[in-house]
C-alpha cells in the first residue's frame, strides 16, 4: 500500500533515496540542497540503510568519491545545489566519460554573484553539456517519482550513464506538499540490485579506466557517447510504463497540458509550469486556445517529439529560469531547433523570468498570455528576448 | 479555483509560525485532501516579520507562488499589527485570527475590516504560558484556525500536534501543548 504524506521536496527525495539504499553516498553540504542530505544521513546513522556514507571537504570530491566508488562497482549517489554543482563541473565529464551511472538530485539554485541561494536553473542549465541525463520535476511527488526511475534509466545497460533529478530550490525543496510514497518493497524491487560493468574492484580482471587517450581515438570516445544518448529515450518511456504500473502515475518525455487544439503555448520547465496551467484554465474558460508543454527530458533534448507537438501553435513564448548573457536562454534555444526541423514556423518568443528566486506569479503568466495573443492578432512581436517580473 | 482555501501566517522568526503552517497542513491531509505549507524565505534572523502560507483543497495544488488573496489570514505576534498591513490583498469575506490580550474593540479599530470581513482573537500567547510555560503561541494558534476554518476536526488537530512533537520532548511539554490547541479551539471568539 502506498502512504499519502506531507512533506517537503527535499524530505520525499531522501526517503526515495533511503528506498534505493545506494551503496555510497559522498556529499557535502550546501542551501538549499542541505536538509535532503541531513535526512538521508540520519537514515545513515540510524541504520536504516546500508550505504557507506562519505563527509567530503567540497563537491569536486564529493562527485571525484563518487566517480571512485561507482568505478569501484558500487551504486553511488550524491545531491548538490547551484555553487556546489558549479564546483563539480570538472568531474561531471569524468563520470560521464567513464560511463558511471551515478544518481544525483540537483536542488536548483543561483549561482553567485551577486550570492543568492534561492531557487532558478542557472545551475543545471549550466551543467547541460556535460553528458548527464536530465529528468526535471515540477513538485515534490515528480521529484520522489524522478527519483526512484532515475537509476533505472542510467543503469540500462544500453545507457550506462550518470542522470540528475531537477527539482526548485525552496519553491520545491522547502514546501510542504502532499506526496504519495510507494512501498520500501515495491521500490526495491523495482530498482532492482546494481550490476556493475566492469568494476575495478573484479581483481581477478585487472583494467584501467579513464586513462589517457590521444587524438586518434578521443573523438570515438565522445561519439560513443552521443550513441548512449540517443538510446535514452526510449529507456525513459520504457522506465516510464513500469512506472506507471506500481504507480498508477503516467509519465513521458515531456508534459503537455491542454495543447492539441491551442493556438498559441507557454514552453517552461518545473515548478512555474504549476502556476502557469491554473492560468491557462482561466483563459480557456474566456474562449482562448492556450496550452503548456513542459520538458521532464531535458538531456538528451526529444527534438522530434517536442517539435511535434508545438508545430500546430500560431504563437508560442519559452520562459527560461535561467539566462545566457548576450543571448536567448538554453530553452528557448531548444524549443526553436525543435520546430525548425518539422519545417513548421511559429512565432517563437523568450521570456528570462525567476532568476534568484524571484516568485513567478499568475500575474506573469497573464502577461505572457496577452503578449501571445497581441502577436497572433498583429503578427508583430516587440521583442524576441525579454524579461518578465524585472524593474527596468 | 473558489474551492482552495488560502491561509496567510503571520509571525516573528523563532516564534513558531512556520511549524504551525506545517502541523495545521499534515492534519488536512486527512480525506484525501492535498496541502501546501511553505514559508516566504528571507533572510532568517529571530524576530524578524515573517510570513508562511497554507494552501488545502481536495484537487490537487498546481499553483507554486505565495498566497495574494487569502480566506483567512492568522496573526501569531499582535505588535505586527502596528508595523504591517496584515489586511493587504485579503478578500471581502476574508477572516481574520489574531492572537492579543488587548481590548476587542482596539483590534477591531486596528484590523478596520470591511462589511463582510470577521475578525476573530484569542489570547494564544497567555495560554501557551499557562499551559507549558513559554510563550509560544502556535499550538493555541492551530487549535483556533481548526475551530474557525472548519477544515479539520479537534481530534485530528491534537492527533497531529501530538504527532509533531515526535519522541524529542517530554511528555510535560507534549501534553501542554495539547491541553493548549485545545484551549485555543474552545476560546477563539468572534469580535
Known amino acids: 500500500m502506498s502512504k499519502v504524506v506531507a512533506v517537503t521536496g527535499n524530505e520525499a527525495v531522501a526517503n526515495a533515496l533511503r528506498q534505493i539504499n545506494p551503496d555510497v553516498c559522498a556529499a557535502y553540504p550546501i542551501t538549499p540542497q542541505t536538509d535532503l542530505m ?63 551511472p551515478i544518481l544525483m538530485p540537483v536542488v536548483n539554485r543561483s549561482l553567485s554573484a551577486p550570492l543568492n541561494i534561492h531557487g532558478d536553473h542557472s545551475d543545471a542549465m549550466g551543467a547541460r553539456d556535460s553528458g548527464w541525463i536530465q529528468l526535471w520535476s515540477e513538485n515534490a511527488q515528480e521529484a520522489y517519482d524522478n527519483t526512484v ?55 581477478k580482471h585487472p583494467k584501467s579506466i579513464g586513462p589517457l587517450i590521444l587524438p586518434d581515438l578521443y573523438l570515438e570516445y565522445k561519439r560513443m557517447q552521443h550513441e548512449a544518448m540517443s ?96 543571448a536567448f536562454g538554453p530553452l528557448y534555444t531548444e524549443i526553436v531547433s525543435s520546430i525548425y526541423l518539422t519545417k513548421s514556423q511559429p512565432i517563437v518568443i523568450n521570456k528570462i523570468y525567476g532568476l534568484g528566486g524571484r516568485d513567478y506569479m499568475p500575474e506573469h503568466a497573464k502577461i505572457v498570455i496577452e503578449e501571445l495573443i497581441d502577436i497572433i492578432n498583429t503578427g508583430k512581436v516587440r521583442l524576441y528576448k525579454d524579461y518578465l517580473g524585472v524593474r527596468e | 479555483m473558489s474551492e482552495i482555501l488560502e491561509i496567510r501566517w503571520h509571525g516573528r522568526g523563532g516564534q513558531g509560525t512556520v511549524t504551525a503552517a506545517k502541523v495545521f497542513a499534515d492534519a488536512c491531509l486527512s480525506g484525501g485532501r492535498h496541502v501546501q505549507a511553505f514559508p516566504e524565505y528571507g533572510p532568517e534572523r529571530a524576530g524578524a516579520p515573517l510570513r508562511a502560507y497554507n494552501r ?24 505586527l499589527l ?34 463582510n470581513q470577521k475578525v476573530f ?71
Open chain 1, 38 to 100: 541531513q535526512r538521508f544521513a540520519s537514515f545513515v546513522s540510524d541504520g536504516l540503510v546500508d550505504t557507506e556514507m562519505i563527509l567530503v571537504e567540497s563537491e569536486h570530491s564529493a562527485m571525484s568519491a563518487c566517480v571512485g566508488a561507482a568505478a569501484g562497482g558500487g551504486r553511488a549517489v550524491t545531491a548538490t545545489s547551484g555553487p556546489g554543482l558549479a564546483l563539480m563541473w570538472e568531474i561531471l565529464f569524468v563520470a560521464s566519460g567513464m560511463r558511471l
Open chain 1, 149 to 203: 526511475q532515475a537509476l533505472l534509466i542510467a543503469e540500462h545497460m544500453d545507457i550506462r550513464l550518470p542522470i540528475m533529478v531537477c527539482m526548485d530550490g525552496f519553491i520545491i525543496s522547502h514546501s510542504i506538499e502532499r506526496v504519495e510514497y510507494l512501498d520500501d518493497d515495491v521500490v526495491k524491487n523495482f530498482v532492482g540490485s546494481y550490476k556493475p560493468l566492469n568494476p575495478l574492484l573484479d581483481i
Open chain 1, 231 to 326: 538510446k535514452v529515450k526510449d529507456v525513459v518511456l520504457q522506465t516510464a510504463e513500469s512506472f506507471q504500473k506500481i504507480s498508477g502515475r503516467k509519465y513521458g518525455l515531456f508534459e503537455t497540458y491542454r495543447l492539441d487544439d491551442a493556438e498559441i503555448a507557454i514552453v517552461i520547465l518545473n515548478s512555474a509550469a504549476g502556476t502557469t496551467k491554473d492560468v491557462i484554465d482561466i483563459y480557456r474558460n474566456k474562449g482562448i486556445k492556450v496550452g503548456l508543454l513542459k520538458p521532464r527530458l531535458f538531456r538528451p533534448f526529444p527534438y522530434e517529439e517536442v517539435g511535434e507537438a508545438l508545430k500546430h501553435l500560431k504563437a508560442i513564448c519559452v520562459l527560461d529560469r535561467a539566462d545566457s548573457f548576450g
Open chain 2, 56 to 79: 488545502i483543497s481536495s484537487h490537487e495544488l498546481r499553483m507554486h507562488c505565495p498566497v495574494l488573496n487569502p480566506k483567512i489570514v492568522v496573526v501569531a505576534d499582535p505588535t
Open chain 2, 82 to 115: 502596528d508595523s504591517i498591513n496584515v489586511t493587504e490583498g485579503a478578500p471581502d469575506d476574508a477572516i481574520f485570527i489574531i492572537n492579543s490580550s488587548k481590548d476587542p474593540s482596539i483590534i477591531k479599530a486596528k484590523i478596520n475590516p470591511t462589511k
Open chain 2, 121 to 191: 482573537m484569542i489570547d494564544a500567547t497567555k495560554i501557551a504560558i499557562e499551559c507549558f510555560g513559554r510563550p509560544m503561541p502556535n499550538s493555541p494558534l492551530v487549535g483556533a484556525l481548526a475551530k474557525v476554518s472548519g477544515a479539520v476536526t479537534l481530534e485530528t488537530i491534537l492527533e497531529d500536534v501530538k504527532k509533531s512533537f515526535g519522541k524529542k520532548f517530554a511528555k510535560k511539554i507534549i501534553d501542554g501543548n495539547l491541553e493548549a490547541t485545545k484551549r485555543g479551539y474552545e476560546e477563539v471568539k468572534e469580535i
